[in-house]
C-alpha cells in the first residue's frame, strides 16, 4: 500500500499530458525553469485521509484527495485564453462518465472539477483547479 499515492499521481499526471494545446508542467519537487509570457501549470496531489470500506482479508479501500492544477498565464493578456485552458483541464478530467483510469485493481473516480478564486502570483494570474478524485483498491 506504500505505492498507492504515487501510482494515483501517476494515472492522474498521464491524463493530464494528454492536453491539448500542451503547456509546460511543474511537478511536484521538480523545477521548471519559467519563460516570461509563456502560460504553464503547476501540479500538486493533495491526498486525504485513507478509509477501509469493506471487511476481510481482499477488502477494499477508499483514497480521497485533489488533485490540483494550477494555471498561470502572464499578467495583462485577459482571461480569455486562461479561461479556455481552465475549461480544457476540467473537460479532461469529467470526459468519462465512471471510472477515469484504472490499473489492476486500482480505479480512480474523478466527482468534480473545477476553477477556485483566480490570485496574482508575481507576474502571474493564476487559477486553481481542483479535481476532486476517490480511488478504490484491494490492493
Known amino acids: 500500500m506504500s505505492q498507492i499515492n504515487s501510482t494515483i499521481k501517476g494515472l492522474l499526471a498521464a491524463r493530464l499530458n494528454t492536453l491539448s494545446p500542451v503547456l509546460p508542467v511543474a511537478w511536484e519537487n521538480f ?6 509570457g509563456v502560460p504553464w501549470l503547476m501540479v500538486h496531489q493533495l491526498p486525504a485521509t485513507q478509509a ?17 492544477v494550477d494555471v498561470l498565464y502572464p499578467i495583462g493578456k485577459g482571461w480569455k485564453d486562461l479561461m479556455a485552458t481552465v475549461d480544457a483541464i476540467c ?14 485493481n486500482l480505479k480512480i473516480v474523478v466527482l468534480a472539477a ?7 502570483e508575481e ?9 476532486r478524485y476517490e480511488c478504490y483498491s484491494n490492493i
Open 31 to 36: 523545477p521548471l525553469a519559467t519563460v516570461q
Open 52 to 68: 477501509r470500506i469493506t471487511l476481510g482479508p481482499d477488502g477494499w479501500c477508499k483514497y480521497p484527495g485533489i488533485f490540483q
Open 91 to 104: 473537460n479532461l478530467f469529467l470526459q468519462n462518465e465512471g471510472i477515469l483510469a484504472e490499473q489492476g
Open 114 to 120: 473545477g476553477p477556485g478564486p483566480a490570485m496574482r
Open 123 to 131: 507576474n502571474w494570474y493564476k487559477v486553481p483547479v481542483s479535481i
